[in-house]
């Protein structure tokens, strides 16, 4: 390749190498007493806790591979990210549709999408079903900035590449979900003290505990409210965020398969103890919303046990909890469930709710069955 070289005064580019050598030197020196904010490594031209190309390959390839387009799948929504490649498959698949298909495309496409959901709710399963969804997103809004702040606090390339991939996907579903939400066209309620509880101690929870509040648990919440309501009418599109919450669930088990926690952090009293005040808002939340599952058709506390279940199982598989304090945990919550439902429901007989799974559709169910393994 011919580059017409520019004259360069070798004088001065002597003494600015050497400046630049003395300025190293001190910022070197400097960086060893203070450390860097950036978690940076520029000798291995990596970030600290190196490459960890399989976090990468797990998380952030596959999220692409995964990624879906809220044009396509909400036509209903104001969003317009399709590629031109992507909004010609979509105009294609239109063409191969029947007509009766086409018309059924186009009317959920327009503003006859609320129409849809007023023709298929009744008033207090709207109030119920904007009610559950708007728990969930706000959570959406805290799960966009804690990821976004778990960002500066993971080690290593595949780890930042993997959060990197939940902070984009958070910010969709925080912006689709709200649309959702408004189609309903009823009140949205603000935050229950329950959610505002679990959800700030979660964004001011310390290094990675966020990870056991926000990917474990709330993220446990959020996709087991998508798996039983995903096939209801004008819901669809929550299948899409059942799959990303289900890769975002897993992210804690292969971030500490890269890099444990050390025996002291998990066996810690008192790091338990933070992650039980932290989670302990989650049961009034699931109690505060018995009415409004009753009215879905979903039973509160087969609701709450199947959480508790699945964030258990993660638990152990994060290294947050042994198997024989998950055990412990089940069995006390069942016990208190129990007694509580005895003191409200006459009749009632013991049950283990911890067994029970509110989840519907075989897809929902496959993408359980292989994250959280023995559900
Ligand atoms: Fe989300
Ligand atoms: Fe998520």
């Known amino acids: 390749m011919e580059l017409h070289r520019l004259p360069v005064n070798p004088r001065a580019a002597r003494v600015n190498d050497a400046v630049e050598r003395l300025a190293s030197f001190a910022v070197r020196t400097l960086d060893r007493f203070r450390g860097r904010a950036a978690g940076y490594d520029d000798e291995h031209y990596e970030f600290v806790g190196g490459a960890r190309d399989e976090l990468r390959k797990k998380h952030y390839d596959k999220s692409l591979r995964l990624l879906w387009k809220a044009e396509a799948r909400a036509p209903w929504s104001s969003f317009k990210d399709c590629t031109h490649e992507e909004r010609a498959l979509v105009d294609m698949a239109e063409r191969g549709m029947s007509e009766a298909e086409r018309a059924e495309r186009r009317r959920i496409a327009s503003a006859e999408f609320r129409r849809l959901i007023d023709e298929s709710y009744t008033p207090a399963q709207k ?14 809004a805290y799960a966009w900035l804690v990821s976004a702040t778990l960002l500066t606090e993971v080690k290593s390339t595949g780890g930042k590449a993997a959060l990197t991939m939940q902070v984009l996907e958070e910010a969709k579903h925080f912006v689709v979900m709200r649309e959702l939400a408004q189609a309903f066209g009823v ?16 964004l001011r929870a310390k290094g990675l505990d966020k990870f056991f509040g926000m990917n474990v648990l ?40 890269e890099f444990p926690m050390s025996d002291r952090e998990k066996s810690s009293a008192l790091g338990r103890m933070r992650r039980l005040v932290m989670a302990l808002p989650a049961i009034p939340l699931v109690l505060y919303l018995e009415p409004e599952l009753a009215e879905l058709g979903i039973d509160a506390f087969d609701f709450a046990g199947s959480i508790l279940r699945k964030s258990a199982r993660l638990s152990v598989r994060a290294g947050f909890l042994t198997e024989e304090q998950a055990s412990k945990q089940n069995a006390f919550f069942n016990g208190v469930f129990n007694a509580y439902c005895r003191l409200t429901r006459p009749n009632h007989t013991f049950k283990n709710f911890m ?20 559900v």
């Open 218 to 257: 709330v993220e446990t919440i959020a996709l087991s409210i998508f798996g039983m309501v995903a096939e209801y009418p004008g819901l669809e599109v929550l299948q899409m965020f059942h799959l990303d919450e289900s890769r975002h669930t897993a992210l804690p088990v292969n971030y500490f398969l």
């Open 355 to 374: 067994e029970a799974d509110t989840s519907r559709g075989e897809a929902v169910k496959q993408t359980e069955r292989e994250i959280f393994a023995q």
């Open 187 to 202: 009140p949205i309620p603000r935050q229950s003290a329950w959610e505002y509880l679990l959800l700030e101690g979660t």
């Open 127 to 140: 109030r119920a079903l904007v009610k559950v969804l708007s728990a969930i997103g706000h959570g959406e």
